[in-house]
């Protein structure tokens, strides 16, 4: 799939209490591409994930999906929330298999595919447990199955690891980048989390607060084979320090 | 006291239904000793002994069996109506901001007419048959249980919503299969909440006109000054009340493990 944001601004409200959260944003994602959104609360990257999910509809400019603008959610773009989005009353399993049966696949299919997925983010042994008997950090290994599950093109991740301790929060990055190696799936990470963005993404946008803007766009190198080791080596520390400034500014900028 | 039943007695009163249980035996226990000492004239407060002996009498003739028929049925009728009609109508109302904005102030306006000022005109529309009194329980409670089940459905998390939109769900699938599975557990405590108030409605049709039923045989009581009849259809109705918040409270923990 490929995704496109053309010059999309987004406003909340009306008249004179109307807000601008999002000021000519553009960027693309090529099939396979891991691409991030990095920025602090107020940058609107949320309303960003929004949008491209098709949950909101842009104010102005156009978000497009192979050309052709988005008009609704739908399960080419699957997406993982933050928090709490696992539906309690099912079964770690049910809900892996929830949206194949929105769907309307066949049963053996489903059966088949549940099972694999669970077992691709490491969970086949917890099938039958309800989400409030799984840790925060298993909880969303099965978003992410369910989101698989469904075969979108275009994984959407919002702050995924956000509500997790920092160490559950590493084995899951390291989880995320091999799955999307084995995979070969797009990805948009929303995250605030510099050093995130920077272990799993190709490409990294930096956002700038009140209305939300792209205002530094960084390559990443594609070699990385050993995330731990990425994360302490002298260039990888030297660039997020130089990123790290940036963000702060763009903070600074407002309290003055 | 040997040592091995002393943890057993503890773990008796450090049950949960002790401390309950304890105040309604203190209730009885005063109510005995005030009615025993003859401070009271029994016309105004008869024995235990004596309500339990006006509960014998009327079971014995039937007639306390087939009062608690006939308003245990007039509430299951009426109540069940009005639970059948308020899902639905709720669960329209939470889901669409049309529907919603269309109904609520007229709900809200009725909501607050009390129910048994409707019985003057429900007696005259249908007489004094049974419909008047199946009616007004509905009507008393299909406010209600429709309110507390919108609101049930203004707070299903919007990420179970979206999820669902995400993964491919279509409007009518999240109604089904995310909204409707999620309201469960607050629509069966909804239904418990209002049923109390069913049941205070039936006693109030019944005073007013009906030829059985425990409201009735209380308003009789009081036309012979039989202070034990009263009691004793207090206490009945007080049991049976007791006794539908319980079973509503058993079916929540048994279809909703996941909630409770």
New interface residues.
């Given amino acids: 799939m490929h995704l496109q944001l053309d010059r999309v601004s987004k406003v909340f409200g009306e008249g004179r209490s109307s807000k601008l959260v999002l000021e000519d944003i553009s960027f693309e994602i090529l099939p396979g591409e891991f691409v991030a959104l990095v920025g602090s609360s107020g940058s609107g990257k949320s309303t960003v994930m929004r949008l491209v999910a098709g949950l909101e509809r842009p104010s102005a400019g156009a978000v497009l999906v192979d050309g052709r603008p988005v008009r609704g959610a739908g399960s080419d773009r699957g997406m993982v929330f933050q928090k709490y989005s696992l539906y309690p009353w099912l079964t770690a399993a049910e809900n892996v298999a929830f949206g194949m049966q929105l769907q309307g696949r066949g049963r053996p299919e489903i059966r088949e595919r549940t099972a694999y997925f669970l077992e691709v983010v490491g969970l086949a042994g917890s099938a039958s447990l309800y989400p409030r008997q799984l840790s925060g950090g298993m909880q969303q290994r099965v978003a992410i199955a369910r989101a698989l599950a469904a075969e979108p093109q275009l994984l959407l991740l919002d702050e995924p690891f956000g509500a997790l301790d920092l160490q559950i929060r590493e084995s899951m990055q390291e989880f995320l980048y091999q799955l999307w190696q084995r995979t070969g799936l797009a990805a948009l990470l929303i995250t605030h989390d510099l050093e995130e963005a920077m272990l799993l993404a190709q490409r990294l946008h930096i956002l700038a607060p009140r209305p939300g803007r792209i205002v530094r766009t960084i390559s990443l190198a594609s070699e990385r084979s050993d995330l731990a080791h990425l994360r302490v080596s002298p260039q990888f520390l030297e660039l997020r320090e130089d990123l790290a400034r940036t963000l702060r500014s763009l903070d600074g900028a407002l309290g003055a | 006291m040997s040592a091995r039943s002393q943890p057993r007695l503890l773990r008796a009163l450090l049950h949960p239904w002790s401390l309950g249980v304890a105040g309604v035996l203190a209730v009885v226990i005063v109510w005995t000793l005030v009615s025993a000492s003859g401070t009271v004239d029994k016309l105004f407060l008869p024995s235990p002994a004596a309500v339990w002996a006006a509960g014998q009498q009327q079971a014995a003739e039937g007639l306390l069996w087939s009062d608690i028929r006939a308003s245990v049925s007039r509430v299951g009728a009426g109540f069940a109506l009005s639970a059948l009609v308020a899902l639905p109508l709720g669960i329209a109302m939470g889901a669409n901001r049309v529907i919603c904005r269309l109904l609520e102030p007229l709900l809200a306006l009725i909501r607050y007419m009390p129910a048994p000022a409707f019985i003057p005109l429900l007696i005259i529309y249908f007489g004094l048959g049974e419909l008047p009194k199946v009616l007004l329980i509905f009507i008393g409670t299909l406010f209600f249980n429709t309110l507390m089940i919108m609101d049930a459905v203004k707070f299903v998390?919007s990420?179970?919503v979206?999820?669902?939109?995400?993964?491919?769900?279509?409007r009518d699938?999240v109604l089904v299969?995310?909204i409707t599975?999620?309201i469960i557990p607050q629509v069966i405590d909804a239904y418990r909440i209002n049923m109390a108030s069913a049941w205070n409605l039936v006693i109030v049709a019944e005073l007013v006109a009906a030829s059985e039923g425990l409201g009735k045989r209380i308003s009789l009581a009081q036309r012979f000054l039989r202070t034990d009849e009263i009691f004793l259809g207090l206490i009945v109705i007080g049991l049976i009340g007791l006794l539908i918040d319980l079973s509503f409270r058993l079916l929540l923990r048994r279809t909703?493990?996941?909630?409770v």
């Fill in positions: 998390p990420e179970l979206e999820t669902a939109l995400t993964l491919g769900g279509r699938q299969r995310v599975p999620c909703c493990t996941w909630a």
